[in-house]
């Protein structure tokens, strides 16, 4: 009874000394929803959605619940007659049901949809600040959790991936990574070895909902076998336990995803057999290794025993898909690559934006800080400590290598960044120890706030300077994407609809329709009849839309991938279409209020 007495005792303590955790995770929330007011109003109002994945998630969202099974991805209305099978999961798709139907008890479907789209986002945020927080106190101590929340609110994926309505999968996927680090980094310590178990939850958890954390997963990966290296048989437990985590939630979270008929498939560009194989084979191998410990008492044979390891996982990936050791996107048409991906904003590479020197520099030079930070921590640390921040500083450092290739991998590596800061800014702290704790607090927020991206952002911003013409382009490609522009559309019959690519998951969403084409790499014949019949001259597109059963054709100016097309075609349909010429084989249905040209097909002559 008394030692029941001494946990709950211990239990309110704990409890007690996080009481200013949460004062500082609450005021980031609060100023959080603040900041994002007018987007919350606009979904709750409008039901708007401001990116094309997460309209695209709603429509799955809405196809579960309607009773679709849960291993079919396919989206029937996209890329007709047959449907597109996605390369999603529905890993996402089982918070955002339950809240809907939490919601749906009380509000109408599409409110209970509305709020559902405000609450997750929200919830996520939330726990990103908790996770940074814990990440931060296993890599430097206390103090810095404080400073971890301050730079997290402070950093720019809170408004990108964060804002209301972002129900796509980018949010999770950023949570499953600082959740992942953050375990790794404490199951270095041996007397800590459950927690390199845990850290293959969420890192399998991650792979079942898309492969864009794999890069970072190979450092996490390959920490706890250089520690083996290094250590010998002092880390063979360490070894084995997670080990024995990736062999029991690798598969868990492959058979919970993947259906048995897919089994024995690879796919480049979702979790499939050659990713499961390689994961498992790996497993094997530090089982096998950690098991072996006392015999592999000399450094040589350690190298030589992970080289086998290793060897022996790219051969298991090399052996099922090796065409997949390269760009995921591989099967990509060329054509769609170049009028499409290519002017995808989120798709391009950071020299994309040397035009914008303020969003260059507040996006990209906080994760270079937070890199210095690391290395500098990793430097002037021993033992245990040092190994952390050489592991945090080794995936900031893929994070913005693969960020120069794609701008959006900043959003997923600025977390891990502003958690080297954060230690940074508690080593400060520590110097700092006969000063005022005022003065203190007061000199370590504003350091934080000075290379933050959101301060960066702030202080590179010029007062009255003009809107750039990315900012003008945005707003006139915004009308074409806007809630209200649909109602029209929505009210025709259903039909079989071919428009630009970047507007399919917006037509999905908001009408009955049927869509050829939608921003999603996988949609290859789909995309590229509608890339070729607005290419074509207005006699070829005819043959080309009737041969594929469309009933209606839209176009949108100002439209991502309009300029790209007339730029391609100046004597195509999309050109015709953009200068407001009359073409023989489309009747133009007139819709008011919109900033649509529909049409539909005359009968053929």
Same mark, same amino acid.
Request: net charge positive.
């Given at each position: 009874m008394s030692a029941l007495a001494g946990e709950a005792a211990e239990f309110r303590a704990r409890a007690r000394r996080e009481i200013p955790l949460l004062a500082a995770i609450v005021p980031a929330l609060a100023g959080a929803a603040l900041l994002t007011l007018p987007r919350a109003r606009a979904v709750w109002s409008a039901g708007e959605f401001y990116d094309s994945d997460d309209a695209m998630r709603a429509v799955q969202l809405r196809d579960l619940l309607a009773g679709q099974a849960w291993f079919d991805m396919t989206a029937r209305r996209l890329d007709p007659p047959d449907g597109l099978f996605m390369h999603w999961s529905r890993v996402v798709d089982t918070p955002l049901a339950a809240l809907d139907l939490l919601f749906g008890l009380f509000l109408v479907p599409e409110m209970a949809e509305r709020a559902t789209r405000l609450a997750f986002p929200f919830l996520c945020l939330a726990l990103l600040f908790a996770l940074a927080a814990f990440a931060a106190r296993v890599f430097a101590d206390r103090s810095a959790r404080f400073a971890a929340v301050w730079l997290v609110f402070l950093s720019a994926p809170m408004f990108v991936q964060f804002t209301p309505g972002r129900i796509d999968h980018h949010a999770p996927q950023i949570l499953l990574l600082t959740a992942t680090f953050?375990?790794?980094?404490?199951?270095?310590?041996?007397?800590?070895?459950?927690?390199?178990?845990?850290?293959?939850?969420?890192?399998?958890?991650?792979?079942?909902?898309?492969?864009?954390? @794999?890069?970072?997963?190979?450092?996490?990966?390959?920490?706890?076998?250089?520690? %083996?290296?290094?250590?010998?048989?002092?880390?063979?437990?360490? @070894?084995?336990?997670? $080990?024995?985590?990736?062999?029991?939630?690798?598969? @868990?979270? %492959?058979?919970?995803?993947? $259906?048995?008929?897919?089994?024995? @498939?690879?796919? +480049?560009?979702?979790?499939?057999? #050659?990713?499961?194989?390689?994961?498992?084979?790996?497993?094997?191998?530090?089982?096998?290794?950690?098991?072996?410990?006392?015999?592999?008492?000399?450094?040589?044979?350690?190298?030589?025993?992970?080289?086998? #390891?290793?060897?022996?996982?790219?051969?298991?990936?090399?052996?099922? $898909?090796?065409? +997949?050791?390269?760009d995921p996107l591989v099967a990509l048409d060329p054509l769609l690559r170049d009028l499409w991906l290519s002017h995808v904003t989120e798709a391009k590479p950071l020299k994309a934006f040397v035009s914008d020197p303020a969003l260059l520099v507040s996006t990209a030079a906080p994760v270079l800080l937070g890199l210095v930070a690391a290395v500098a921590l990793a430097w002037r640390e021993r033992g245990l400590a040092r190994g952390r921040w050489a592991m945090l500083a080794a995936a900031i450092l893929i994070g913005f290598t693969a960020a120069l290739w794609q701008i959006r991998v900043f959003s997923s590596v600025t977390p891990l960044a502003m958690v080297a800061l954060a230690g940074a800014a508690a080593a400060l702290s520590a110097r700092l120890a006969g000063v005022t704790p005022l003065l203190r607090w007061l000199t370590i927020g504003l350091l934080c706030l000075f290379v933050s991206p959101m301060g960066l952002a702030l202080a590179l911003q010029s007062e009255g300077e003009a809107a750039p013409r990315e900012t003008v382009l945005r707003e006139t490609r915004r009308a074409c994407l806007a809630a209200g522009a649909f109602s029209g559309l929505a009210a025709l019959p259903p039909a079989r609809i071919v428009a630009p690519v970047d507007m399919g998951a917006h037509i999905l969403a908001f009408t009955p329709h049927h869509v050829f084409a939608a921003p999603y790499h996988r949609d290859n014949r789909g995309n590229r009849l509608a890339v070729d019949a607005f290419l074509a001259e207005p006699a070829a597109a005819e043959r080309l839309l009737r041969a594929a059963g469309a009933e209606l054709l839209l176009w949108c100016d100002g439209g991502e991938t309009g300029d790209a097309l007339i730029e391609r075609a100046p004597h195509g349909l999309a050109a015709a279409l953009a200068r407001g010429e009359s073409v023989p084989f489309l009747e133009k249905i007139p819709l008011e209020r919109s900033p649509f040209h529909v049409f539909a097909l005359r009968p053929a002559q």
């Open positions: 953050g375990l790794v980094s404490l199951g270095l310590d041996a007397k800590r070895p459950w927690a390199l178990a845990a850290a293959a939850a969420p890192l399998a958890l991650s792979l079942a909902i898309s492969l864009e954390n @794999l890069p970072f997963f190979i450092v996490a990966l390959a920490t706890p076998a250089i520690l %083996f290296l290094i250590e010998g048989k002092t880390a063979a437990r360490r @070894l084995l336990s997670f $080990a024995l985590g990736l062999l029991v939630f690798a598969p @868990l979270t %492959f058979a919970a995803t993947v $259906a048995p008929s897919r089994y024995g @498939l690879s796919a +480049c560009d979702a979790y499939s057999a #050659v990713h499961i194989r390689a994961v498992l084979v790996g497993a094997l191998g530090f089982a096998a290794l950690a098991a072996a410990a006392p015999r592999l008492d000399t450094f040589p044979r350690r190298i030589v025993g992970l080289g086998l #390891v290793g060897a022996a996982a790219l051969g298991a990936f090399l052996a099922s $898909a090796p065409h +997949c050791l390269g």
